[in-house]
């Protein structure tokens, strides 16, 4: 059984944008801890990895499963509490989207039976695998007659993760009294070992520190209590759950003992005979838990999402990758009538990756002009081109004396005390648009914003589908053209 939480988080950085026609597309990277999704495995022997799986941003929690205390034996003696499941956790594991990973959870024990191991991806009980999943180890049952030991708890020295706890060990029996289950590890720490009270018989010990649920109780002449549900992920699936508290005996009954809580928690163990009655059966210990939890990795093409509204940013919008668009315009309030018009203009655009640099300058005495352009210049650009024109007088002689030179070219053969307009344009060649020169023209296909066959403005779809439609469609266009 997979349960999966629901889907929280923010984007805040890591984003991609391509906007085209009237569709506006975000592919997404999320940063780590910025949203998360849980997953609880209950049972199974494999499960699938999800399509959207982050290998560098997950981690995998698995708790064994507790093991049941002992049944109480007919000399009086009391039965010994079961064990809790150990904890261990591991952190960016790589797994293959879409592929499978190998499971097993931890059965929880019976009375007088361990606890089985949890372990995820293919780190069996035996750990032939050390590297690449996760390994709790269950409890042990604890054991019947005069010395009635408690069970241990599941050893985080036999576990397999980067972050181990080990179960608690349940209670010893006293005086015919079961002793209580140890509580399971988890997230904060390893489960309590429960003592026993005065009177009624053992508690059984809590789960992990502030997290697992408290151990049952148990009063005189009665069955242990079950232990308590923990909380650790969230109100549903709890974490290391307390301990089945012990059972007592009298002269007419031997009582049984409690079950643990929910998930790795042991049970408590059962009374002892006592005037000829049968004794008491051990409580069962609780099946172990996997947890898995990852923040989502997004698919990297354009397509990751797309919006068919229209967009509004009220704030900054910065762009780290490249921006493409279908076309391009600034918009602001009209300046002539800023209440009830706006004023569009295009972008500018080009093949190249074009930079502009406009001005006017006066001719000195000598018929020239020095223009000085910004200390970056020739960091940033390359192929100039040059474009000088007068302004209030007739300068048929103008030229270029001097090409860019650090940063300064020089005007000449113009009218002095005159001035003159100029442009300089250059093609970027600092070291991003090299890595990343722009194409004109590329083949459409997977990688593509569009495949072959479709079209990012339907404008563009021929009007007859068919071999012959499309010669038709080539014949009127040539027919039609001016």
């Not at 002689?397 to 000449?412: D, P, R, S």
């Amino acid at each position: 059984m997979q349960v999966k939480a629901a889907y929280t988080g923010v984007v805040t950085k890591g984003v991609r944008t391509v906007l085209y026609g009237g569709i506006f597309l975000i592919g997404v990277s999320l940063p780590a801890g910025a949203s998360a999704t849980t997953i609880y495995l209950t049972s199974g022997t494999t499960w699938a990895i999800p399509s959207d799986w982050n290998s560098s941003n997950n981690t995998i929690e698995v708790i064994g499963g507790g093991a049941g205390g002992a049944t109480g034996d007919g000399q009086w003696g009391g039965g010994g509490g079961g064990g809790g499941g150990g904890y261990s956790k591991i952190s960016n594991l790589t797994l293959t989207a879409g592929g499978t990973a190998y499971v097993s959870i931890g059965s929880g024990g019976g009375a007088s039976t361990n606890g089985g191991d949890t372990w995820f991806n293919n780190v069996n009980a035996a750990a032939t695998s050390t590297t690449g999943g996760a390994l709790a180890k269950g409890g042990t049952a604890g054991t019947a007659g005069a010395s009635g030991a408690g069970g241990a708890g599941g050893a985080s020295g036999s576990g397999v993760g980067s972050t181990k706890y080990s179960g608690g060990s349940g209670a010893t029996q006293s005086g015919g009294i079961g002793g209580g289950g140890g509580g399971a590890a988890g997230l904060n720490g390893a489960g309590t070992t429960p003592s026993c009270g005065g009177g009624g018989g053992c508690p059984g010990g809590s789960g992990d520190a502030g997290s697992g649920g408290a151990g049952g109780t148990q009063t005189s002449n009665s069955n242990g209590g079950a232990g308590g549900n923990g909380t650790e992920w969230d109100s549903t699936h709890g974490s290391g759950g307390g301990g089945g508290g012990g059972a007592s005996s009298d002269t007419q009954n031997a009582y049984n003992g409690g079950t643990g809580g929910l998930y790795g928690a042991g049970g408590g163990g059962g009374g002892g005979a006592f005037g000829g009655c049968s004794p008491g059966a051990g409580g069962a210990g609780r099946q172990g838990l996997i947890v898995i939890t990852y923040s989502p990795s997004l698919p990297s093409a354009a397509r990751d999402l797309t919006v068919t509204k229209a967009v509004s940013v009220t704030g900054n919008v910065t762009v780290s990758s490249n921006l493409t668009k279908g076309s391009g315009t600034f918009v602001i309030d009209h300046p002539l009538d800023p209440e009830n018009k706006l004023l569009y203009h295009s972008f500018v655009e080009s093949p190249d990756a074009l930079n502009e640099y406009t001005g006017t300058t006066k001719i000195g005495k000598n018929g020239e002009a020095t223009v000085r352009l910004p200390n970056y210049f020739e960091a940033l650009n390359g192929n100039y081109q040059y474009f000088v024109r007068p302004v209030d007088a007739p300068m048929p002689g103008l030229y270029i004396k001097q090409e860019v030179k650090n940063n300064t070219f020089v005007i000449a053969g113009g009218v002095s005390g005159k001035g003159v307009s100029w442009m300089v344009t250059g093609i970027r060649h600092d070291p991003y648009i090299l890595a990343n020169p722009i194409i004109p023209e590329v083949e459409k296909g997977p990688d593509q914003l569009v495949d072959k066959g479709e079209y990012i403005f339907e404008g563009n779809v021929p009007d007859y589908p068919t071999l012959f439609g499309r010669l038709w469609d080539v014949f009127k266009r040539w027919f039609s053209a001016p």
